[in-house]
């Protein structure tokens, strides 16, 4: 099995790619549209401002090679600001128009609790799913993000996060899947999570 992780100038594509690797799955690091064509899942990754993310996705012309992927059916996973990248609203700076492969928007945390969410939390799924596989019974992982998706209660959303309210931390339907958090800073629990993403990947 080979992912695509896109490589559109949004930061932290080595850990991404690392971490993949150290768990024995072939990971390649890319914008090319044969070698996504021909992987067998797509892995959008990101730190920093959506507005950014949006205009080097449109600068590589990489929006619509990722729909048409997904449109196919190919398993497509978005971490933190990849995760929100899947909606269809995003309302960094102003308001700008997602991927759309979910329903929703993303908006600012407006709470008294220090912004950004930085750090462990813990996951609390809505209802069973392979995610779960292997993982304790509370599982920790590891967050830095300013804005979240919502509606929160939405079908799409797998499991939340608890800070000051639930925030959408798994979202995801059919062959899209969103992590607002970060499983290759996540330790143990986020390898695990790695390796369900890759069992679930090779099943097609």
Known sequence: MKIAIIDYGVGNIANVYNAWRRI???AVVT?????IRSADMIELPGVGAVRDALA?????????LLQ???????????VCL???LLFEKEY????????G???GSVVPFRIALKVPHMGWNELSFRRPHW???KLPPRPYVYFVHSYYKTPVDSDDVIAVAAYEHDVPAVCGRDNILGMQFHPEKSGSVGEQILRNIAAYARKG
């Open 24 to 26: 024995g799955v072939s």
């Open 31 to 35: 914008r090319d549209a044969a070698v």
């Open 56 to 64: 080097n996705l449109r600068r590589y012309e990489l929006i619509p």
């Open 68 to 78: 048409e992927e997904v449109g196919k059916g190919k398993f497509f996973v978005g």
């Open 82 to 84: 990849g995760m929100q």
């Open 92 to 99: 960094e700076g102003g308001e700008a128009e997602g991927l």
């Open 101 to 103: 492969f979910l329903p």
């Open 131 to 133: 995610l779960q596989e």
